[in-house]
Nanobody
Framework: QVQLVESGGGWVQAGGSLRLACAASGPTFSSYAMGWFRQAPGKEREFVAAITWTGGSTYYAHSVKGRFTISRDNAKNTVYLQMNSLKPEDTAVYYC????????????????WGQGTQVTVSS
């Protein structure tokens, strides 16, 4: 069973930065892509960013492009989300997830999910 553990969430003032990490583990972990998602109170979970393991191709939601950067460390099976210029509307629980097989990555249809980490941005 694949396990994903997020870390790095917290509270920050608008304009600040946070770096999230997602460590993947499991006896036979393999992945086509890893993604970050978020869910604010009363809203649906939405795609934030994704990266493919092999080629390192990256994808971003329009709302975070230019402010957030996704990266990976294949040796550590870890994906990061560097979040800069944070806004109050970025406040949400952030989840990482893995997609096992090739296919669309700008979607919420991933195979395994972490428990989430809270990010709160105050104005």
């Amino acid at each position: 069973q694949v396990q994903l553990v997020e870390s790095g969430g917290g509270w920050v003032q608008a304009g600040g930065s946070l770096r999230l990490a997602c460590a993947a583990s499991g006896p036979t972990f393999s992945s086509y892509a890893m993604g970050w998602f978020r869910q604010a109170p009363g809203k649906e979970r939405e795609f934030v960013a994704a990266i493919t393991w092999t080629g390192g191709s990256t994808y971003y939601a329009h709302s975070v492009k230019g402010r957030f950067t996704i990266s990976r460390d294949n040796a550590k099976n870890t994906v990061y989300l560097q979040m800069n210029s944070l806004k109050p509307e970025d406040t949400a629980v952030y989840y990482c997830a893995t997609r096992r097989f090739p296919g669309p990555v700008v979607t919420t249809k991933y195979d395994y999910w972490g428990q989430g980490t809270q990010v709160t941005v105050s104005s």
